[in-house]
């Protein structure tokens, strides 16, 4: 099959132990980043299978319709920039391991990496350093602290396990559900959301964007945080109230942010308001990006491309298309 896999910046695919499942496969591997319907028509023509890095691009109707020889888009995780509607009237195959169940080590991992950054302030200490200074600042100790999650997932329990080594206390507020297993995990429950934002000393979200989330943390949210926490963005920049995050940087609460995720991707304006703050810890949404995760991830997503070319698709979101086929013609 012709296989098109788009926005592999580094040219890291290739070079994966699971890139070999691809093996009789015609494949494509662009390195770039477009979003232009014109340009993606003009290099997907002929493809057969779209491979996605996440949501790095988006795959609307206007660019489905004009690739008629596309059967397939194999990707892991949520799927909000694919027009799903679109690709079950025009007979193609949505595949998304979804991971449930599966930890995510490497943006956990990173959550705590951008935590003591900003804690400490690593980035602006070494710049001080690279500038011919010294110290530059004073930072924070993180033992005895309240880590509030906001959220309470595969991801976020991860990162409450890690809480344990720093001797901080957890703190959680999510969906009902959610909220039930980190009490039998042994976490404390907050009573309510604003009381989570209120006595976190740093507070992680970790929840996925749906219609029912964007901008659930509001600038009213903010407001409730401490003089000196620290506010951690390692999901979806959509989770926050627009503008509200620099906003509330600049009015003091909370003290501090340390963010992965912003609202346009790839983010190449340097004049980004968050990019402007020294209060801020900033880093280009590189939660996943670990060789590690990714042999996981596109192994799971290459199998799916196995899978359907036997015959056999695996984790289809649109199951709609395959009854299509079943179905009697003119019934």
Known sequence: MRVSILDDYFDTLRTLDCFARLAGHDVTVWN??????????????????????????????????????????????????IDIEACTRLGIVVSSDLHQGSPSFATAE?????????????????????????????????GGRTLGLFGY???SRVVAGY????DMPVLVWAREESRRRAAD???????TKESLFERSDVLSVHLRLAPATRGIVTAGDLARMGLTSLFVNTSRAGLVEPGALAAALVAGRPAMAAVDVFDEEPLRDVADPLLQLDNVVCTPHIGYVT???WELQFADVFDQIVAYAAGTPTNVVNPEVLEQRLRPPGS
């Not at 988006?58 to 990707?75: F, K, V, Y």
């Not at 951008?114 to 200074?133: D, H, N, T, Y």
């Not at 809480?163 to 720093?166: H, P």
């Open 32 to 81: 770039d980043h477009v979003q232009d319907v014109d340009l993606l028509a003009e290099r997907l023509a002929g493809s057969e299978v779209l491979v996605l890095i996440r949501e790095r691009t988006t795959i609307d109707a206007e660019l489905l319709e004009r690739l008629p020889d596309l059967r397939l888009i194999s990707q892991r995780s949520v799927h909000p920039h």
């Open 110 to 142: 990173l959550t705590w990496g951008l935590v003591i950054a900003a804690m400490r302030r690593i980035p602006q200490q070494m710049a001080s350093l690279r500038a011919g200074r010294w110290q530059e600042s004073v930072g924070y100790s993180l």
């Open 153 to 155: 997932g595969r991801i």
């Open 163 to 166: 809480a344990r080594a720093f």
């Open 185 to 191: 995990d042994g976490h404390e429950v907050a009573e």
């Open 291 to 293: 060789r590690d995760e």
